[in-house]
């Protein structure tokens, strides 16, 4: 005798099973592409900004953080500028600046990611009003960072993580500390850059 087809409600747990694993998978699937998308790159300068109002060292390295401090991505960012600053022999003279678009109220900038930059020590934090600063070393990204020679020549521009909001060894970080302790390991001296825009590039102003 021929069975009895299965129940329509067998079939429709099925098929709900179905969908909800596609979500599952699609919804990975967007959080690993966004972890792993990295962010705009810098339009990189050979030499350090002339215009710039940050005094660099013109008897050693000087090394340039740019933050959102609303990004909270950039926490591995200053993670990993800690773990660099430890290793570094000698250390760069440090600038830290944070972004203060225009009309925002006093003390909007003073996030924990400006505690945080402000607790590493021989780190200079400054606040970037309207990202002039930015603007002028070319930064799009947070999380950015550049390290010039005491000559003012661009040696290193690129991210310090391997993904967004993601701290460990990383390439970014690795160049910077073979680059300052002059070991002749292999550096890269271009890195992708993890983190949220330094502007909103559609509306011409701070992100």
């Given at each position: 005798?021929p069975?009895?087809?299965?129940?329509?409600?067998r079939?429709?747990?099925?098929?709900?099973?179905v969908?909800?694993?596609?979500?599952?998978a699609?919804?990975?699937?967007v959080?690993?592409?966004?972890?792993?998308?990295?962010?705009?790159?810098?339009?990189?300068?050979?030499?350090?900004p002339?215009?710039?109002t940050?005094?660099?060292?013109?008897?050693?390295?000087?090394?340039?953080?740019l933050?959102?401090?609303?990004c909270?991505?950039s926490?591995a960012?200053?993670t990993?500028?800690?773990?660099l600053?430890a290793r570094?022999?000698p250390r760069?003279?440090t600038?830290?600046?944070?972004l203060?678009?225009a009309g925002?109220?006093?003390g909007?900038?003073?996030?924990?990611?400006w505690?945080?930059a402000?607790?590493?020590p021989?780190?200079?934090?400054?606040r970037?009003?309207?990202?002039?600063?930015s603007?002028?070393?070319?930064?799009a990204?947070?999380?950015?960072?550049?390290l010039?020679?005491?000559?003012?020549?661009?040696?290193?521009?690129?991210g310090?993580?391997?993904?967004?909001?993601?701290?460990g060894?990383?390439?970014?970080?690795?160049s910077l500390?073979?680059?300052l302790?002059a070991?002749?390991a292999p550096?890269?001296s271009?890195?992708s850059?993890?983190g949220?825009p330094l502007?909103?590039?559609?509306?011409s102003?701070s992100f």
């Amino acid at each position: 005798m021929p069975q009895d087809s299965p129940p329509a409600g067998r079939w429709l747990l099925a098929v709900l099973a179905v969908v909800w694993l596609a979500c599952c998978a699609t919804g990975l699937w967007v959080v690993w592409a966004w972890d792993n998308s990295p962010g705009e790159s810098a339009r990189v300068q050979a030499r350090w900004p002339a215009d710039s109002t940050l005094s660099r060292d013109p008897a050693g390295p000087t090394l340039v953080m740019l933050v959102h401090p609303q990004c909270t991505c950039s926490r591995a960012s200053l993670t990993e500028l800690a773990e660099l600053l430890a290793r570094a022999r000698p250390r760069p003279k440090t600038f830290v600046l944070f972004l203060k678009p225009a009309g925002l109220a006093e003390g909007w900038e003073q996030t924990d990611l400006w505690q945080t930059a402000t607790s590493l020590p021989g780190v200079t934090v400054v606040r970037d009003d309207q990202g002039a600063q930015s603007a002028r070393f070319g930064a799009a990204t947070s999380g950015q960072t550049f390290l010039y020679d005491a000559r003012g020549d661009l040696q290193f521009s690129g991210g310090i993580t391997a993904a967004r909001a993601h701290a460990g060894d990383n390439a970014g970080r690795s160049s910077l500390v073979a680059l300052l302790n002059a070991s002749g390991a292999p550096v890269a001296s271009r890195t992708s850059v993890f983190g949220c825009p330094l502007f909103d590039r559609s509306r011409s102003r701070s992100f």
